[in-house]
């Protein structure tokens, strides 16, 4: 059975995106882009919702091959896409790369992944994240903390309809002030 990450950027607020989408706040150090890199290496499936595969897709296929890429940059487009990808929408027609399109019930394809031998998944957006959060899904959280501010937004926790305990297993700070806490469902 495999495990399910939530792992995402979030203001010390709770948002994963300021108002209008603006994700500028969450810019990583070389040694957060490195730590990112070595989770995704990990990884065996992303499942997305349509707005971060959007925002992902528009950038991550061709980011290698940028005159000005960092090697921490090219070495994640890389990994990216190599992994295999899951998106989740009702409006897109089609996914292109290494990915697949669901445009059914999310929670159950979720779920059936779950079920299946191999390497962690990880997921993102939060509306997406939020249905695996309600339906008692997600595993472990991975909260890479900035220092930040923004006063409303997306956040990283939607509503859920009953109390999620988690453990503590790790923290780490990285350049800038940044920290990661590491939890665990108990459930």
């Not at 999620?164 to 920290?179: A, E, I, K, Q």
Request: zero cysteines.
């Amino acid at each position: 059975m495999r495990k399910l990450i939530y792992a995402m950027n979030v203001t010390l607020d709770g948002y994963i995106a300021a108002p209008g989408d603006d994700i500028g706040w969450g810019l990583p150090s070389v040694e957060l882009h490195q730590w990112f890199n070595d989770r995704a290496r990990e990884v065996g499936v992303s499942l997305y919702g349509r707005r971060l595969w959007e925002l992902m897709n528009g950038h991550w296929p061709t980011a290698d091959q940028e005159p000005d890429a960092t090697p921490v940059e090219v070495e994640f487009a890389r990994i990216w896409q190599a992994t295999p990808k899951v998106v989740f929408s009702t409006t897109l027609q089609e996914v292109s790369g290494n990915a697949r399109l669901v445009t059914g019930d999310a929670v159950a394809e979720i779920a059936r992944l779950k079920e299946e031998d191999g390497a962690p998944m990880e997921i993102g957006g939060a509306v997406l994240a939020g249905a695996a959060m309600r339906a008692g899904l997600i595993n472990e959280y991975q909260v890479v903390t900035h220092p930040v501010l923004v006063g409303g937004g997306t956040p990283f926790f939607s509503s859920l309809d009953t109390r999620v305990d988690l453990r503590l297993v790790g923290t780490r700070t990285f350049p800038n002030d940044v920290t990661m806490s590491h939890y665990e469902s108990r459930g």
